[in-house]
């Protein structure tokens, strides 16, 4: 598999994302956090965009959310999180295991995942990840196998305050399985929104503690 490849064009299109201001619908706003939504070209379903402030600098937020050693600490969605592959410095292959939601209403899912970390001019940070075929981690029957398509995180310094950061989150999973779309739809706009408040609050303690 071209892996090289395979992040370029994620990258492409988590750029393009970013850049796109038209046709997006706020479809929710909590805790400081914006969700907005527009049909996806990816798939059937919807993308769905989450925007909020985070007190820390790109470079040190992008880590925190993407390593396994500080996610698996902060991410109250996930069961496990790990590395299965890296290929090079920036790039790895990860498989992520998320909890039941919704009082069981949507079942554990798993998604292995090409991630790649891509800086940009201006102290820009993001993350592009596509789900990929491993072969040595194919699915299981304890959880349906979902797959990411693109997907990813802009972090941004504000302008006029460079300590703090604009984070921008995109995901358009297809969570397979029989759920109906309103399911669906209810659970995304949360999960964007409780990851992106679970990001500052362990940012918080980890400075805390330091």
């Known amino acids: 598999m071209d892996y090289k490849k395979i992040v370029d064009e994620v990258s492409e299109k988590i750029l393009s994302y970013s850049q796109d201001t038209s046709g997006w619908r706020v479809i929710k706003v909590s805790k400081n956090v914006t969700v907005s939504s527009k049909p996806s070209k990816e798939y059937a379903g919807n993308i769905y965009r989450g925007e909020g ?9 992008i880590p925190f959310m993407y390593l396994p050693e500080y ?6 969605a996930l069961q496990s999180y790990k590395l299965l592959e890296r290929i090079d410095q920036d790039t790895g292959i ?3 295991v998320t909890h039941s939601y ?27 990840s596509v789900s990929v075929e491993y072969s ?17 995180y802009v972090c941004s310094p504000l302008p006029e305050n460079p300590e703090h950061s604009k984070l921008v989150v995109f995901i ?6 029989m759920l109906p779309c309103s399911v669906v739809e ?16 362990g940012l918080k303690s980890l400075e805390d503690h330091n």
Not at 53 to 61: F, L, Q, R
Not at 102 to 128: A, C, E, Q, W
Not at 172 to 177: A, D, F, K, R, S
Request: glycine share 8%; hydrophobic share 30%; aromatic share 6%.
């Open 172 to 177: 358009q999973p297809e969570l397979g399985g």
């Open 71 to 76: 996610r698996n600490k902060w991410d109250k």
């Open 94 to 96: 990860y498989h992520s």
């Open 53 to 61: 402030i985070i007190k820390e600098v790109p470079s040190k937020i």
């Open 186 to 201: 209810t659970a995304l706009p949360t999960t964007l929104i409780n990851l992106i408040t679970e990001t500052r609050a």
């Open 136 to 152: 040595s981690c194919p699915p299981t029957p304890s959880c349906v196998r979902g797959y990411n398509n693109p997907c990813g």
């Open 102 to 128: 919704g009082m069981g209403l949507i079942s554990s899912r798993d998604f292995v995942d090409l991630l790649h970390v891509k800086p940009y001019p201006g102290d820009i940070l993001t993350t592009n």
